[in-house]
């Protein structure tokens, strides 16, 4: 391949200028913000940057998604870690029950900027990856090939303070430009249909504060206290994360659904944060807050069928969140991209033709995403507020689903699988099969023996 063009330089854009460095002479990422790799001020802080507003939120990194980044950047941890990073296996709290401790599985606390940094000064040192600063505004159009097809040719960009439009000739196009992407629009403009985007209303809402940290929780790096939903009518439980990060800081997120969204008030954020049935929660709510709190708001979850949409352009693919962007309270985000860039690498490695649309590598990214959604959007339909469209078995999932979460508390096996699963490690299907199956029916014993 001659060029690839990289439309939106973060998380899922970096790790495909990755995967395309190995197949194409010139790769070139197209990305409006300045995408200096400096650390902040005097050294501090990286900076979150205007182009990814949920960079100043907690960003924990599941173990699947840092092997991914590890398979792409030997070292990264390491790097990482030397600059603050921490990794541990999760604590979870689950209704005020601090789940058992299980091996494995280890995340990674470090501030999305900070990671993200990382990120870009590796792929921006290979030689043939460089940066145009600019807004991708459409697609060209043309014959691709032996000229008998019809494909993407190239991206149309507005140059970064210039008025008029330039194009960036590419054998393939990859639209990493988040959950917003205006490729349907653009897809159309060109005759081609655009994929169906296909929606969940979660109506969620994200305050996160910055706190001094201390001696506290010693070899914690991320811990999450969530409650099983009241029944309708009753006030919901928050949900609450913490993250251990770079600076010795930890990143608290309150999260609450539809009216239960937090605001900023430091007052009632604490005053929530101490009401959530976790001790290591209500220790890190009365330390030094660094700063004001920061508020995000996420309407829905999302996703694009691409394989459904009947015809579509060679030359293009799309990655992260611009195919799925899921409730960020599971944290899949950042591996699901880390995933996508990995299902890019096989499909090229594959020999499937460029002139030809790239069928095969959507059918490796929707097993990807159908885990990720299968498992957000079950946790997400027992919300009272959330009113579908619920998936065919639902109720037998979420009856089994919610077993199977309470029995984590208990025993280690099922914990063990269902971190796992939680994690991205494994695909959900490991929670059906015979022998974890059987676990669960023994674990379920023991609970209610135990009960008497
Ligand atoms: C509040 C919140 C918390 C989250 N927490 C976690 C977490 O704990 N763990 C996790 O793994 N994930 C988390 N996520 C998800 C995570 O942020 C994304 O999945 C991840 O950033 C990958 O996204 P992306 O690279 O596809 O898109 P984004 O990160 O959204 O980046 C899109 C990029 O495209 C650029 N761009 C936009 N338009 C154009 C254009 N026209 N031309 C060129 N460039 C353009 C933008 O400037 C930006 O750089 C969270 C998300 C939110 C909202």
């Known amino acids: 391949m001659r060029r690839a063009v990289v439309l939106g330089g973060s998380v899922a854009g970096l790790l495909a200028a990755r995967v395309l460095s190995d197949h194409a002479r010139s790769v070139v990422i197209i990305e409006p913000d300045p995408l200096d790799t400096a650390p902040g001020p005097a050294g501090g802080p990286v900076p979150a940057r205007p182009g990814v507003p949920q960079g100043v939120h907690l960003h924990v990194l599941l173990s699947q998604g840092r092997a991914q980044l590890e398979r792409w950047f030997p070292g990264l941890t390491a790097e990482l870690l030397a600059g603050g990073a921490s990794l541990a296996p999760p604590v979870q709290y689950l209704d005020g029950r601090r789940k058992v401790a299980v091996a494995g599985s280890e ?10 940094s990382v990120l870009r000064r590796r792929v921006l040192a ?19 090939g032996t000229g008998r097809q019809r494909g993407v040719t190239g991206a149309h960009y507005r140059p970064d303070g210039a008025s008029a439009r330039d194009c960036l000739g590419a054998d393939l196009v990859v639209d990493a430009t988040g959950r917003s992407t205006r490729l349907g629009v653009w897809l159309e403009q060109g005759g081609w249909p655009a994929p169906a985007l296909h929606r969940m209303r979660i109506d969620l809402g994200y305050a996160t504060g910055v706190f001094a940290g201390g ?3 010693p070899g914690v790096t991320a811990l999450t206290a ?37 605001g900023a008030d430091v007052a009632d954020f604490r005053a929530r ?35 459904g949409a009947g015809r579509f ?31 890019l690498a096989a499909h ?37 507020h959330v009113d579908g469209p619920y998936p065919r078995g639902y109720r037998a999932a979420a009856w089994y689903g919610d077993l199977v979460n309470r029995l984590a508390t208990t025993d280690p096996e099922v914990g063990r699988r269902f971190l796992q699963v939680v994690t991205m490690e494994r695909h959900p299907r490991l929670l059906t099969r015979p022998g974890t199956l059987a676990q669960v029916a023994r674990a379920a014993w023991s609970a209610r023996t135990a009960r008497g």
């Open 107 to 116: 995340l990674l606390g470090a501030t999305r900027p900070y990671l993200e």
């Open 226 to 262: 969530m409650a099983r939903p009241a029944p309708a009518g009753l006030p919901q439980p928050d949900t609450a994360a913490l993250g251990r990060v770079e600076g010795d800081r930890w990143m608290m997120v309150l999260a609450g659904y539809a009216h239960r969204r937090p």
């Open 313 to 343: 352009p060679a030359g293009l693919v799309a990655a992260g969140d611009a195919v799925a962007a899921f409730n960020p309270v599971y944290g899949q985000g950042m591996t699901s991209a880390a995933l996508h860039a990995s299902c």
């Open 348 to 384: 090229l490695r594959s020999g499937a033709p460029l002139d030809r649309p790239a069928r095969g590598y959507f059918e490796r990214i929707r097993v990807v995403v159908d885990a990720a959604w299968g498992l957000s959007t079950l946790g997400d339909l027992a919300q009272p």
């Open 126 to 144: 290979i030689g043939h990856v460089t940066v145009v600063r600019g807004r991708a505004d459409g697609l060209r159009f043309g014959p691709v």
């Open 215 to 217: 001696d506290e929780l």
């Open 273 to 307: 944060c101490r009401a959530v049935d976790a001790a290591p929660v209500r220790q890190v709510a009365d330390r030094e807050l660094l700063g004001p709190l920061r508020l995000h708001r996420i309407p829905d979850s999302r996703r694009r069928d691409f394989l």
